[in-house]
């Protein structure tokens, strides 16, 4: 039921808030650059704080601020919904932006409006959490195939449902058993190697957007990406495989976090790790640091970014 995560606005709102997020594939609210970016027509849901409403004759507007002083807009509204008229509201918007070329202004119309903290409340509760273990595992920094996998470990039911369910949210074209699939060999590994399974979820989102047949111009490989030298040393047959292609890509971080010892919890040494799996170790040695790539430090800024989301809901 709904009616538990409602504030002002009316569980029917929320309810056809969330049905028009899910009819426009929307999972998350989009960044201010979106439509700074823009050109052409695109439905996209933005986070603002609404300050005004404004009526002339027959036309209405709604007068927002973004947060963190990102600026101000004016979007159009043929309807505004009378909760956002009693003045400033911390909401989410559901708009149609416009821009017909690189210099024009850009126009936004309203198509839907929701509580911020309902939508917040809505995503926490669908955002996959810490794997739980439910048997003893050791540390999983062994070099060896299977290693700690080998023995059995349970991931708890409804926080595999959950990975199952947002992997299936973020890639459309997967069948349920192949999010399954994917979601219980991610927490699986994770736990053998002893990694935070929602850092993998972010890799993986950034390497392949959980795609098993991806491959790259460079020859990178199935859902981790992972190179013909990774598949020799791992002793890996079919990259393309989700049960091998998740193992290697799983091992294969732990063995850059062990890089950098503390890399599990120092950001900037994470940032060392997550550089050395997209462009080698010998790149981040010669460099003293994460190299001055713009593909690396895209790479590390989207894996971070999608790394906070994920746990931001604890």
Same mark, same amino acid.
């Given at each position: 039921?709904?009616?538990?995560?409602?504030?002002?606005?009316?569980?029917?709102?929320?309810?056809?808030?969330? =049905?028009?997020?899910?009819?426009?594939?929307?999972?998350?609210?989009?960044?201010?650059? !979106?439509?700074?970016?823009?050109?052409?027509?695109?439905? #996209?849901?933005?986070?603002?704080?609404?300050?005004?409403?404004?009526?002339?004759?027959?036309?209405?507007?709604?007068?927002?601020?973004?947060?963190?002083?990102?600026?101000?807009?004016?979007?159009? =509204?043929?309807?505004?919904?009378?909760?956002?008229?009693?003045?400033?509201?911390?909401? /989410? #918007?559901?708009?149609?932006?416009?821009?017909?070329?690189?210099? %024009?202004?850009?126009?936004?119309?309203?198509?839907?409006?929701?509580?911020?903290?309902?939508? =917040? /409340?809505?995503? !926490?509760?669908?955002?996959?959490?810490?794997?739980?273990?439910?048997?003893?595992?050791?540390?999983?920094?062994?070099?060896?195939?299977?290693?700690? %996998? /080998?023995?059995?470990?349970?991931?708890?039911?409804?926080?595999?449902?959950?990975?199952?369910?947002?992997?299936?949210?973020?890639?459309?074209? #997967?069948?349920?058993?192949?999010?399954?699939?994917?979601?219980? %060999?991610?927490?699986?590994?994770?736990?053998?190697?002893?990694?935070?399974?929602? #850092?993998?979820?972010?890799?993986?989102?950034?390497?392949?957007?959980?795609?098993?047949?991806?491959?790259?111009? %460079?020859?990178?490989?199935?859902?981790?990406?992972?190179?013909?030298?990774?598949?020799?040393?791992?002793?890996?047959?079919?990259?393309?495989?989700?049960?091998?292609?998740?193992?290697?890509?799983?091992?294969?971080?732990?063995?850059?976090?062990?890089?950098?010892?503390?890399?599990?919890?120092?950001?900037?040494?994470?940032?060392?790790?997550?550089? =050395?799996?997209?462009?080698?170790?010998?790149?981040?040695?010669?460099?003293?640091?994460?190299?001055?790539?713009?593909?690396?430090?895209?790479?590390?800024?989207?894996?971070?970014?999608?790394?906070?989301?994920?746990?931001?809901?604890?």
């Amino acid at each position: 039921m709904l009616s538990g995560i409602v504030g002002t606005a009316s569980a029917q709102t929320l309810e056809s808030y969330l =049905a028009l997020r899910k009819q426009f594939k929307i999972a998350k609210a989009s960044p201010i650059s !979106a439509l700074d970016n823009l050109v052409g027509t695109k439905t #996209l849901e933005i986070h603002c704080i609404v300050k005004g409403v404004m009526q002339f004759d027959d036309r209405s507007s709604i007068y927002v601020e973004y947060p963190d002083n990102r600026g101000e807009q004016v979007i159009d =509204a043929k309807e505004i919904p009378g909760w956002l008229q009693n003045g400033s509201a911390d909401v /989410r #918007l559901l708009v149609k932006a416009t821009r017909s070329e690189p210099l %024009a202004v850009v126009q936004v119309e309203l198509i839907s409006a929701a509580l911020n903290d309902d939508i =917040a /409340r809505f995503e !926490a509760a669908n955002t996959p959490k810490p794997v739980v273990i439910k048997s003893s595992v050791s540390r999983g920094t062994s070099t060896s195939r299977g290693g700690n %996998a /080998r023995r059995k470990i349970t991931v708890d039911p409804t926080v595999l449902s959950k990975y199952t369910a947002f992997i299936k949210n973020h890639n459309k074209k #997967l069948t349920n058993d192949k999010a399954y699939e994917i979601a219980e %060999a991610v927490c699986r590994w994770s736990i053998a190697y002893e990694i935070d399974a929602r #850092l993998v979820v972010a890799v993986l989102i950034t390497e392949s957007d959980f795609n098993p047949s991806c491959l790259s111009n %460079a020859g990178a490989m199935g859902l981790g990406q992972l190179m013909n030298e990774n598949c020799k040393e791992y002793g890996i047959n079919n990259p393309y495989d989700t049960e091998q292609n998740l193992y290697g890509t799983v091992r294969q971080l732990r063995e850059h976090l062990n890089r950098y010892p503390g890399a599990d919890k120092d950001p900037q040494k994470l940032s060392l790790a997550l550089a =050395a799996y997209n462009a080698g170790p010998g790149a981040v040695k010669k460099y003293g640091g994460v190299p001055p790539y713009r593909e690396t430090q895209n790479y590390i800024k989207r894996i971070f970014s999608r790394y906070r989301q994920l746990t931001s809901a604890d």
